[in-house]
């Protein structure tokens, strides 16, 4: 059986970011290598994990998409002593100053986020939020030793690590989507003892928060029949109470809206209700904000179904989620696949 | 182009009392992006007995073909989509209102004070707005915002409506002397051109109909579309706004005005999400002159149709757009005129039965 | 080369009317690539080389289209209202002077407006000396470019269109030049960059290659007041991009590039562009994927009529990129 709380800790522990996945893609490796019978990576950095159907040939093919990157910064400029710093992937800058921080150099380098006095600044910020481009890295060394270290195009890392809370709750940085993997790892696990007639092809994809490259790119190699989206979505917490947040801890979100095949929605919340997993219909009303948004328009087109966990604080260092949805949305997929007949696809239709 | 080659004029599709029924059917149905069943099942009702092979693909699509006679017979793709912009039920609250996104590019300007129609089965409903009453001279300075509108459907709509649920305009078509009020002729007009072309389709080409979805949350029906067609040329039938109103200041002239009503056809230059290839636009806007058809150019600019991303398909797709002209577009009542419909539609057959091989052959210049 | 670049840069081609600009390149290309063809969006691709067992489909895009201007209105005196064609910046527009694809030439004029205040588009005409609607030569959906001549001031070469034109003549220099190459490489020069890399997405997918990246111009970081800061610098040597808003390059790509110009003793530096795209997004979402990167060129005042940037940095991308050419690609 594989242990949730050290699987998690030892993902987020690795870096990733957007187009640098290497050492995230590294551990998984070394984790889906016995779930999996086949593993390979894509021309842009996505793993692929297949685990095949026991079905007569030819298989259909159901692939599982988690993007495995992570949101960061980046090095623009070097001045003095100090490091200025662009984002890779949606960061609010009134989020950085003092956050700890690390900087992939020629060695990995710990540093702090600097929020300069406002008489250094222009008059017009005033004692407002700072924007990113004022903001600076302090890694103590002197400007020789600096540029001798860190160059242009170097990423940069939280470096919160991850806290155990009450009631299976985990904070830290990069849940978003490791999480996601997390799930995908665990229906891995539950479907080795399972018969199921489909190939499984798991995608731990790069690049979601920059370009979906992962997404556009992997299904157009793998050409699956259907595909199983899974991310993080927003859970109801400070600031965030409206419609499109779910309860904390409370199941799975189902997504629902253009992004998603109709007949897929259907049958997860069937399945769902089946399985008395509790889940919640997510409203996508226009676009998903996940990898679904480029497979389902690669190729001719790839039914898409959305898993949500739902996660607090989301592109912060101390991202919430609980366990429980973790292995709630593992244990749907799973039984969801074991499930699908060889002839499922005639089902996935637009006749009501 | 010889004598001989000229249409002759009992081929050409027109617009008749059937065909405004049909428009009038299309129109009165619901399809908001991602929920297009209702245009979809009409579609197929419709080209069922003259298409040649038709598929509903993974997205919704409705991908039909008629295939020509003939050698060398130029693979065309038209796509025009079904869906239109409206509404998605959001949250029901406890005074058992409603609340709502907008789905498409829809101006909060013109929802208070709207009927709506709910869900399959189209149960009515209202915008409402506050009491003028009780409104200050200052709030009415400013936009009622989206959050604060709510559906109301009667107190005793119970769970009939569910978060997830769509709406649209409850607007019903009308026709009256030469115009048309709808909602959704954008592009109804468009799914009624291409019905009408399959039912009368040229023999010199394929003809690749593609009744797309979701076009108005990003063009993303047309792209899957054209990659499963991978046609040799594209044509986007859609219908654009005509702004031809007056400047509030009539010391000045409109000189932003898209197209008007009454000036035929809109040939789409550039948009700002295709340049379209020239060879298209000297195909349809010869056709128009030989075959005396009014026509205007779109003016170039901002917008986009379907041809922006069929023409970046594979490894590339010759692409033009077409639009019936249309005032107040994604609004709950859009007007038009008919003649500008049966022109389109006249203009594209006469397109169409003038496309042969030699027309892609050179190099595209401009 | 200098004189490459100033028949580039002064024949016009605004995107998706990339024909006479398309002619000038396969005259300059001549017989140095083995094959030439052009797509369905009039990109030309021009084919160089036989792919050995070390090598690799390799495609190379320079974008050959420029931001320009189409007519929208001709109103009763003659004068022409207009939209921009890719990003146009309505400050430099003003008596700026145009030339449209059938050689009319014109200046650009403007509404009264507030002083103090920047014009929009819709505030500036077209004035191509027309005494009325009838006498105008410009009809809807006409097309110009800006016009002004190409400067030499020795080290450095100022133009419009440098962006892209430059990474033209680069791409043809380095075709001249390459003698031997293990790889089959594409030399995609690509039409509608500026309005969404919209040539370079349908060329990569022609050519499927195995690997690719484009040439491009970048902001140059050396200007006073310059915000936010970008280290690049004119004169600094070609820049190897690490990212720009549209993508991020292959650190594989990155590190490859790096260090060939180190064993070959170039001046290099590295981007990271804040406000930006290239080819290299189109090349990297290709099909299933293709590692991508970008060699540019640092370049002062893009997207107006006087983009400068430097010779030495010219010379200096010819050579890394006949380097990187020559040798079996070792990604690690």
Known sequence: MIDLSELLNKMLTAPGLSGYESPIREILQEVWAPLTDELSVSKIGSLHGLKRGQGDAPRRKVMISAHMDAIGMMVTHIQDSFIRITEIGGIDHRILPGQPVIVHGREELPGVVVQPPGHLLPESVGDGPVEMKYLLVDVGLGPDELVKKVRVGDIVSYAQEPLELTGEALAGHTLDNRVSVAATTLCLEALQNRFHDWDVWAVASAQEEETLGGAFTSPFDIQPDIAIVIDVCFAKGPGASDWSSLPFGEGVGLGYGPNIHPALYDAFEKKAKELEIPYHRDLMPKMSGTDAMAVQIVAEGIPCAVIGIPLRYMHTPVETVSLKDIRRAGRLMAEFIADLKPDALAHINWEE | MTENQKIQASNIPTIGNRQIKLLEKLCNASAVSGDEQEVRNIVLEEIKPVADEIKVDALGNVLATKFGHGENRVRVMLAAHMDEIGFMIVKKHDDNLFQFERIGGIDERQLPGKAVLVGRDHLPGVIGAKPIHMTTADERKNKIPVDALRIDLGPEIGEKVKPGDRATFATRFKRFGPSIQAKALDDRFGVAILIELLKHAPENIDLLAAFTVQEEVGLRGARVAAYRFDPDMAIAVDSTPAYDLPHWDDEDQNVQYNTRLDAGPAIYVMDRATIADRRLVTLLSDAAQEEEIPYQFRQPGGGGTDAGVIHKTRAGIPSISVSVPSRYAHSAIGLARVDDWANTLRLLYAALVRVTPDLLAGERRG | ?332
């Not at chain 3, 929208?72 to 449209?100: A, E, K, Q």
């Open chain 3, 1 to 332: 080369m200098k004189s490459l670049i100033k028949q580039l840069v002064e024949t016009p081609g605004p995107s998706g009317f990339e024909y006479e600009i398309r002619d000038v390149i396969r005259e300059a290309i001549g017989d140095a690539a083995d094959e030439v063809r052009v797509d369905a969006l009039g990109s030309l691709i021009a084919k160089k080389g036989v792919k050995t067992e070390q090598g690799q489909r390799v495609m190379i895009s320079a974008h050959i289209d420029e931001i320009g201007l189409m007519v929208t209105h001709v109103d009763d005196s003659g004068f022409l209202r207009f939209t921009n064609i890719g990003g146009v910046n309505p400050m430099t527009c003003y008596g700026g002077r145009v030339l449209f694809m059938d050689g009319t030439r014109g200046v650009i004029g403007m509404d009264s407006i507030e002083r103090g205040k920047t014009p929009k588009l819709t505030d500036l005409f077209i004035d191509v000396g027309a005494t009325s609607k009838e006498d105008c030569p410009v009809k809807v959906g006409d097309v110009c470019g800006f016009e002004r001549p190409f400067i030499d001031l020795g080290k450095r070469m100022v133009a419009k269109s440098m962006d892209d034109r430059v990474a033209a003549a680069v791409a043809i220099e380095v075709l001249r030049r390459l003698e031997s190459t293990p790889h089959e490489v594409h030399f995609v020069f690509s039409t509608q960059e500026e309005v969404g890399l919209r040539g370079a997405t349908t060329a990569a997918y022609g050519v499927d290659p195995d690997l690719g990246f484009a040439i491009d111009v970048t902001r140059s970081g050396d200007t006073p007041r310059f915000s936010p800061k970008m280290a690049t610098a004119l004169g600094d040597g070609p820049a190897i991009k690490v990212r720009d808003s549209s993508f991020i390059a292959d650190p594989r790509l990155v590190d490859w590039m790096i260090k060939a110009a180190e064993e070959a003793g170039l001046p290099y530096q590295l981007e990271v562009l804040e406000a930006g795209g290239t080819d290299g997004r189109a090349i990297q979402l290709t099909r299933g994927g293709v590692p991508a990167g970008c060699v540019s060129i640092a370049c002062r005042y893009i997207h107006s009529p006087s983009e400068m940037v430097d010779s030495d940095d010219v010379e200096n991308a010819v050579q890394l990129l006949v380097k990187l050419l020559s040798e079996p690609i070792v990604l690690k």
